[in-house]
């Protein structure tokens, strides 16, 4: 689904913060997280971070309140993209546009 809305429509992403959120039982959260953070870094989102990868673990919504370094993560991740949303508003309130990215050239590795 990411695949199609982000080739379809990733330019209603662009220059909007985003943060990848991921949870699981055991293992596979590194994997999506990075997953995750790509398509928001080909969308030119400025992307927010926390004190620790944005990830928690639990196999049942009870389960996860125990993670509390995830839990504090997640916090932390809450209060950055505040910060971060306020100093966007901020800069548009001053005159300070989004700077438009070079697209004129594309890889091609079958030359």
């Known amino acids: 689904m990411l695949d199609r809305l982000f080739y379809a429509g990733g330019s209603a992403f662009t220059h909007k913060p985003g943060a990848a959120v991921v949870t699981a039982r055991r293992a596979g959260t590194t994997a999506s997280l990075d997953v995750l953070n790509k398509y928001m870094t080909d969308a030119q989102m400025p992307v927010v971070s926390s004190t620790y990868w944005n990830m928690v673990f639990g196999?049942?919504?009870?389960?996860?309140?125990?993670?509390?370094?995830?839990?504090?993560?997640?916090?932390?991740?809450?209060?950055?993209?505040?910060?971060?949303?306020?100093c966007l508003e901020l800069g548009k309130q001053n005159g300070i546009e989004p700077p438009e990215a070079e697209i004129s050239y594309w890889t091609n590795f079958n030359r």
Request: overall charge positive; aromatic content about 4%.
């Open 59 to 86: 196999p049942a919504p009870k389960l996860v309140e125990r993670d509390a370094e995830g839990l504090q993560t997640m916090r932390n991740l809450g209060r950055n993209m505040a910060w971060v949303l306020k």
